[in-house]
DNA sequence: CGAAGGATTTTCT
DNA sequence: GAAAATCCTTCGT
């Protein structure tokens, strides 16, 4: 469970980006302004703008000096949901509150200046009492290239959760023609 | 329910 | 210039 500005979500999708070694990391091509954060010591948030409009926020894991992250992709209001609703103003259904990353990053009040914030001020980490019983393995969502493919099968969720967001292969985009 | 297009900024080629 | 760890609206089945 992840507590943020007045609200709190139990997460149940995840995906983890790994080092130099991982083509789908924002770390691959090596340290950038962005995310410097990624390299530091574990334990803090990494938050970055992507899309022109979205923030997403990672927990840095791993070592100093290498890079590593688990994004937070969805999860669950159990807290404060009054407040994450206000912040999300389009979303019809309590679960679509945090269902996505950038979804997630909104509900939760997560601003571009948290990023490099350690655990445990602004932002609260709290275990589950046991593991999760049961979850599912499979490729990214979203990420292009080698990195999305099955051979780096780093998204973990819980199956069958609502909140989980759906699935979307890699969408090429195209700009106009 | 699925597909498609637009919004918009950081980063790299 | 193009793609990106995305979301929302609209249109079609």
Known sequence: ???????????????????????????????????????????????????GMHVCANIVCGPEGEPGGVLLRAGEIVEGREAARARRVT????????????????????QLSDDGSRLGELYRLELAPHPVPRFEQGPRTGVSGPGGSDEYPWRFWIPGDPTVSPYKRNTPKRRTP
Do not use: C, Q
């Open 91 to 110: 979303s019809r259904s309590d679960a679509d509150l945090a269902r996505g990353p950038g979804r997630l990053g909104v509900a939760l009040g997560i």
């Open 1 to 51: 469970m992840l507590h943020g500005r007045d609200a709190a979500v139990r997460l149940t999708e995840v995906e983890a980006y790994r080092g130099f070694a991982d083509p789908g990391s924002h770390a691959y091509r090596g340290k950038t302004r962005r995310n410097a954060t990624m390299f530091g010591p574990p334990g803090h948030l990494y938050v970055y703008f992507t899309y």
